[in-house]
């Protein structure tokens, strides 16, 4: 007997309406998806990009600063950096 080598051991319920349950067969159904499939692929994307997205982040006006001057400060070289992308690559 073969097992299934990804065993899912979490369950998910929700309440829907009729109509919104209606809709979300439809749409599985033209990925040719049962419902579980299509919602766990839709809403895992969803959540990938929900957290993609999460790019604030707060500082103190002291630390904002120090963050703004370093950004605007011109680099320094690197030289084992610049030495390493002038060797041929292995590849």
Known sequence: MATS???REDRLEIRLP???????QRAALSQDKSISA???????TA?????AERREFKL???HYDAFVAAL???????????KLLRTPSAL
């Open 18 to 24: 009729a109509a919104a349950k209606e809709v979300l």
């Open 47 to 51: 959540a990938a990009e929900a957290l």
């Open 60 to 62: 103190s006006a002291k």
């Open 72 to 82: 605007d400060a011109p680099s320094e070289p690197k030289p084992r950096l610049a």
């Open 38 to 44: 299509f919602l766990l692929d839709s809403g895992l």
């Open 5 to 7: 080598p990804k065993r």
